[in-house]
């Protein structure tokens, strides 16, 4: 079993910066590829950053490829992703996700976090 918590969210604006952590709990955590999904208002979840197990290989959707960086630190049960050049439409709720095979499916994630929002203002 793996617990997900999300921290970092908040309202920023457009062409800002934050900071999203997830913090997990469980002995395997270093055994699971991360990564983040986010949910916009009546659209529906999306796939944004995968990261592998030793941190080694990584995958964005297209829409935040060179703004969004995903990373994580094995040692303290946490991955990140730090969020450059924001845009209103990454407006939405960024859920923190865990699978052994993520990084090739990209989709329906073994363990999911409760989500963090993030606003980007105009």
């Known amino acids: 079993q793996v617990q997900l918590v999300e921290a970092g969210g908040g309202l920023v604006q457009a062409g800002g910066s934050l900071r999203l952590s997830c913090a997990a709990s469980?002995?395997?955590?270093?055994?699971?590829?991360m990564g983040w999904f986010r949910q916009a208002p009546g659209k529906e979840r999306e796939f944004v950053a995968a990261?592998?197990?030793?941190?080694?290989?990584?995958y964005y959707t297209d829409s935040v490829k060179g703004r969004f960086i995903i990373s994580r630190a094995n040692a303290r049960n946490t991955v990140y992703l730090q969020m450059n050049s924001l845009k209103p439409e990454d407006t939405a709720v960024y859920y923190c996700?865990?699978?052994?095979?993520?990084?090739?499916?990209?989709?329906?994630?073994?363990?999911w976090g409760q989500g963090t929002q993030v606003t980007v203002s105009s």
């Open positions: 469980g002995r395997t955590f270093s055994s699971y590829a």
């Open positions: 990261i592998s197990w030793r941190g080694g290989s990584t």
């Open positions: 996700a865990a699978d052994w095979d993520l990084l090739a499916t990209r989709s329906s994630p073994d363990y």
